[in-house]
């Protein structure tokens, strides 16, 4: 396989990044439009937002994904190190992808959740392409 540019890696990882500060701003201005948007409108939204600690879990949850894109925004400036960072964006990235699958075809989420999740998976193929074509550099 004819391993990429690193111009596209970067653009890759800043891609990665402003898609994870997309999501986790939404989750974190507007929780409640996030949670329907997430888990459809007959979710009871008072379970977690009623509810110090759910609601800081939920809250906790989508800083988390903001943390990620900080990282993907880091290697995006020099692809060269911080492979560590692409290495928990994999694990990352497949947990979203399973968490939101098996939400979705269990009728606990929307359509919507198992597309980002989905998209999250892609990303994850193409990180993993990234490591592969780049661990001789490493």
């Given at each position: 396989?004819?391993r ?19 999501f986790s ?5 507007l929780?409640a439009?996030?949670m ?7 979710m009871d939204?008072n379970?977690v937002?009623?509810?110090?600690y759910s609601?800081s879990m939920?809250?906790f949850?989508?800083?988390?994904v903001l943390?990620?894109?900080i ?6 400036r020099d692809?060269?190190?911080n ?10 990235k497949?947990?979203?992808?399973f968490f ?11 359509l919507?959740?198992?597309l980002?999740g ?5 990303f994850t193929i ?6 592969l074509q780049t661990r001789?550099?490493?």
């Amino acid at each position: 396989m004819k391993r990429l540019s690193d111009k596209f890696y970067s653009r890759l990882f800043f891609l990665g990044a402003l898609w994870n500060f997309t999501f986790s701003l939404a989750g974190l201005v507007l929780p409640a439009f996030s949670m329907r948007l997430t888990f459809g409108p007959d979710m009871d939204q008072n379970l977690v937002l009623g509810n110090y600690y759910s609601r800081s879990m939920y809250l906790f949850w989508w800083a988390s994904v903001l943390l990620f894109g900080i990282g993907y925004y880091i290697v995006s400036r020099d692809i060269n190190k911080n492979r560590g960072i692409v290495w928990m964006a994999v694990i990352g990235k497949l947990a979203f992808f399973f968490f939101f699958t098996y939400s979705f075809f269990t009728d606990r989420s929307t359509l919507l959740s198992f597309l980002g999740g989905s998209g999250d998976f892609g990303f994850t193929i193409l990180f993993l392409i990234f490591l592969l074509q780049t661990r001789k550099e490493a």
